[in-house]
C-alpha cells in the first residue's frame, strides 16, 4: 500500500450514482481512475466515457495494477464479487451502509468500507465538503490508511465498526427514503385532487430540518395527532376516503404519535 498522503491509482467496480459521483471527486482530488468494471454495459460505457478511461464488463478482465479498488454496486452484489475477486494485499473498500466490512476479506487481507451517508442521483450535484463519510478497515494500518483517503474528498470522516454503521444505515432510511416516500404521497394526493402547490409546502419542510438542527425532534413535534385534535384528525380521514393507502399511512402515523404523547 501506497504512503497515506498520495495519490492513488484506482479501479472503480460499479457504475451508477455512487460510482459516478464518486468518481468525479477521485478526479478532481488528484486520485487516478484507472478502469471501470460493470456487468451493465450501458452505464459502464456511459462512465468509462466520462471519465475517459478503460471499461470492462468482466471481473477476469480488472486491471491488477491499482492500488485501491472501490465497490459502489448494490448490496446484493457485494457478495457475488467476494466469491470471485481475489486481489491480494491489495486495498478493497464497499461503499455501502449494511453489508459488513467482513466479506471483503475473502479478496484482501486489506479490506475496508468507504460509506458516503448521503442520496446521489447522477444529475444532482454534490457538496463533497459536506458529506459524511463512515470509515472502517480491517487492522489500525488500514483504517489510517481509508480514514487519510476519505479526509482528501470530504472534512467530515468518522470511523465506526460494522455494527454502528448499520445502526446509522437504518436511521438514515427513516430520515431519507421514509420522508421522501411521504413527499410522494404529498405529491400524489394533491395532484390526484387536481392542485398543483405541492411548492407551497417547500418552505414548511426546510422549516422543520431548520428546528432539528438545534433541537431534538420529538421536541418540536406539531401538528393534529401530537395535540390530539380529534375534529382535525376525523376531517382529515374524510378527505383521505378515497385514498385507501395514504389512509392507512395518516391513520398509523397518527396512532404513533398519539401513542408517544398522549398514552
Not at 470471485?84 to 453489508?99: D, E, M, Q, R
Request: one cysteine or more; charged letters at 20%.
Amino acid at each position: 500500500m501506497q504512503a497515506p498522503e498520495t495519490s492513488y491509482k484506482i479501479v472503480l467496480i460499479g457504475a451508477g450514482n455512487v460510482a459516478t459521483h464518486l468518481g468525479k471527486r477521485l478526479q478532481k482530488k488528484g486520485h487516478e481512475i484507472l478502469q471501470v468494471i460493470s456487468k451493465t454495459d450501458k452505464s459502464g460505457r456511459e462512465l468509462s466515457l466520462l471519465f475517459n478511461i478503460p471499461f470492462a464488463s468482466d471481473l477476469k478482465k480488472i486491471n491488477t495494477g491499482a492500488d485501491m479498488y472501490i465497490l459502489c454496486v448494490p448490496d446484493a452484489e457485494i457478495e457475488r464479487i467476494a466469491a470471485s475477486l481475489k486481489l491480494p494485499n491489495k486495498l478493497v473498500l464497499h461503499t455501502s451502509g449494511s453489508i459488513g466490512m467482513d466479506v471483503l476479506k475473502t479478496i484482501s487481507n486489506n479490506a475496508g468500507v468507504l460509506y458516503p451517508l448521503y442520496s446521489f442521483s447522477k444529475q444532482v450535484k454534490v457538496s463533497f465538503s459536506s458529506v459524511p463519510f463512515l470509515v472502517e478497515g480491517s487492522n489500525k494500518q488500514t483504517l489510517q490508511v481509508v480514514t487519510q483517503f476519505a479526509t482528501s474528498m470530504g472534512k467530515n470522516v468518522t470511523p465506526v465498526n460494522s455494527t454502528e454503521r448499520q445502526k446509522i444505515h437504518l436511521s438514515a432510511v427513516f430520515v431519507n427514503n421514509f420522508s421522501n416516500f411521504l413527499y410522494a404521497q404529498a405529491y400524489d394526493y394533491l395532484k390526484k385532487e387536481k392542485q398543483n402547490h405541492f411548492h407551497l409546502l417547500q418552505p414548511l419542510i426546510k422549516q422543520t430540518v431548520k428546528k432539528i438542527k438545534t433541537q431534538p425532534p420529538s421536541q418540536v413535534q406539531t401538528g393534529p395527532a401530537r395535540r390530539n385534535d380529534t375534529v382535525t384528525l376525523k376531517k382529515h380521514m374524510e378527505l383521505l376516503e378515497k385514498y385507501p393507502d395514504q389512509k392507512q399511512v395518516y391513520k398509523l402515523l397518527t396512532a404513533l404519535i398519539k401513542k408517544q404523547y398522549h398514552g
